[in-house]
């Protein structure tokens, strides 16, 4: 059961810039717990993309950003490039589970 | 490189018991650097936490879920388990066994995934 909410789609042209929200709540990303996202090509296995708030692993290109305030976090993907067409999933520990959650899944799509 | 690579029966009758196992190349699981840990996801659906493993033997499980699942591990074969008692239809998914990075708690080395369906 996701107690991260994402908008379960998101589009937009080559070269424009898309965001994602994040909303939880007190018990997860409100209570100061890191949010990462992971990014699901189809037919493929999630890959971390952002950890702990801001970090990239070696390899992602840094249009890839995010951000953190109160409650919610949002993934920002400037430049888009037809090969970010993928699924994108926010993750954050949640105290009352003493375990982590997953947004619900964001769907983008490069117009 | 570390890997993971999941393994188990595609086929399970409902009812019966689920076993997956998750092997673990290139690391071991006896670090106390990592949980290691099971996220299962329906055909075009989310991703669903079921739960972790710490080397010391400690779990914790997804409470949708707890009542039927069981992790195991072995340090000899470095090797972790999911057991999921009681199947249905509804647990026919893709799962994934994945290295938690403690605290911090994000999946930074995923299995490619295994295919599990439910069905008589």
Not at chain 2, 8 to 17: A, C, D
Request: net charge neutral; aromatic share 12%.
């Amino acid at each position: 059961q996701s107690v991260l909410t994402q908008p379960p789609s998101v589009s937009g042209a080559p070269g424009q810039r898309v965001t994602i929200s994040c909303t939880g709540s007190s018990s997860n990303i409100g209570a100061g717990y890191d949010v990462h996202w992971y990014q699901q090509l189809p037919g493929t296995a999630p890959k971390l993309l952002i950890y702990d708030n801001t970090n990239r692993p070696s390899g992602v290109p840094d249009r890839f950003s995010d951000s953190k305030s109160g409650t919610s976090a949002s993934l920002a993907i400037t430049g888009l490039q037809a090969e970010d067409e993928a699924d994108y999933y926010c993750q954050s520990y949640d105290s009352s589970l003493s375990g982590y959650v997953f947004g619900t899944g964001t769907k983008v799509t490069v117009l | 490189q570390v890997q993971l690579q999941e393994s188990g029966p595609g086929l399970v009758k409902p009812s019966e018991t689920l076993s997956l196992t998750c092997t673990v190349s290139g690391g071991s699981v006896s670090g106390g650097s990592y949980y290691w840990s099971w996220i299962r996801q329906p055909a075009g659906k989310g991703l669903e936490w079921i739960g972790y493993i710490y080397y010391s033997g400690s779990t914790n499980y997804n409470p949708s879920l707890k009542s039927r699942v069981t992790f195991s591990l072995d340090t000899s074969k470095n090797q972790f388990s999911l057991k999921l008692s009681s199947v249905t239809a509804a647990d026919t998914a893709v799962y994934y066994c994945a290295r938690v990075l403690r605290p911090q708690w994000y999946m930074d080395v995923w299995g490619k995934g295994t295919t599990v369906t439910v069905s008589s």
